[in-house]
């Protein structure tokens, strides 16, 4: 289901601290996709179990690069830029040497 923007930021930031421990927003990874499966756990390699990431979906694209900024502007690696109107879904993962962030896009 599709959350607004200030929730959606605000679920990453609590599951960060909560689920994840905390840490520095570098130590985190930020995206848009229209597919989790394939970017998340495809493209990224971010392991299905035992590793810290979240996603949620937003209501358009434009929502999706709003929270996607947000963290940016806070210090999250990502490649930005991405993705296209149907990238609704904002992933964010803990980087890891199990995952890979140099992506060609």
Known sequence: MAKD???IIQEI???LVDGCGGGN????????????QNRLFG???????GHCRIHRE??????ARAVEKHFFDK?????GGG???ESIFIYAYKVSSLT???LEQ
């Not at 210090?75 to 490649?79: C, H, I, L, T």
Request: glycine share 10%; charged share 30%; net charge negative.
């Open 5 to 7: 923007i200030k929730t």
């Open 13 to 15: 930031e609590a599951h």
């Open 25 to 36: 927003y570098s130590d985190y990874y930020i995206g848009i996709t229209k597919s989790i």
């Open 43 to 49: 493209d990224h390699k971010v392991p299905k179990k």
């Open 58 to 63: 937003a209501s358009n694209d434009t929502d």
């Open 75 to 79: 210090g999250m690696q990502g490649a």
């Open 83 to 85: 993705g296209d109107e």
């Open 100 to 102: 890979v962030e140099s």
